[in-house]
């Protein structure tokens, strides 16, 4: 099996930033494209960036500029710098690797969530 593991969310003032970390582990598994999505309360799960496997890079068009994605695929590490954070950025962010190859099939895994407040 393969699990993603998050960590870096808490409580940061607005204006301020944070690093998340989602690290895949388990045997046998190739990663393509992962990525980070969010989900407020009261409101629906939505995209917030991607990365492919050759670094290549979605935004959510309203996010550009104040977060960026990277990744690190010798550790199967998918980052997200947030910086000049708001209030509305409040949410569970999960990571997220849509299309990831183990045993000849391919799954779409979710890490548990991992929350980010911000504060006015």
């Known amino acids: 099996q393969v699990q993603l593991v998050e960590s870096g969310g808490g409580l940061v003032q607005a204006g301020g930033s944070l690093r998340l970390s989602c690290a895949a582990s388990?045997?046998?598994?190739?990663?393509?494209?992962m990525g980070w999505y969010r989900q407020a309360p009261g409101k629906q799960r939505e995209l917030v960036a991607t990365?492919?496997?050759?670094?290549?890079?979605k935004y959510a068009d309203s996010l550009k500029g104040r977060f960026t994605i990277s990744r690190d695929n010798a550790k199967n590490t998918v980052y997200l710098q947030m910086d000049s954070l708001k209030p509305e950025d409040t949410a569970v962010y999960y990571c997220?690797?849509?299309?990831?190859?183990?045993?000849?099939?391919?799954?779409?895994?979710w890490g548990q969530g991992t929350q980010v407040t911000v504060s006015s």
């Open positions: 990365v492919g496997k050759d670094g290549t890079t």
């Open positions: 997220n690797a849509p299309d990831t190859w183990y045993r000849s099939m391919i799954y779409n895994y």
């Open positions: 388990g045997i046998g598994f190739v990663i393509n494209n």
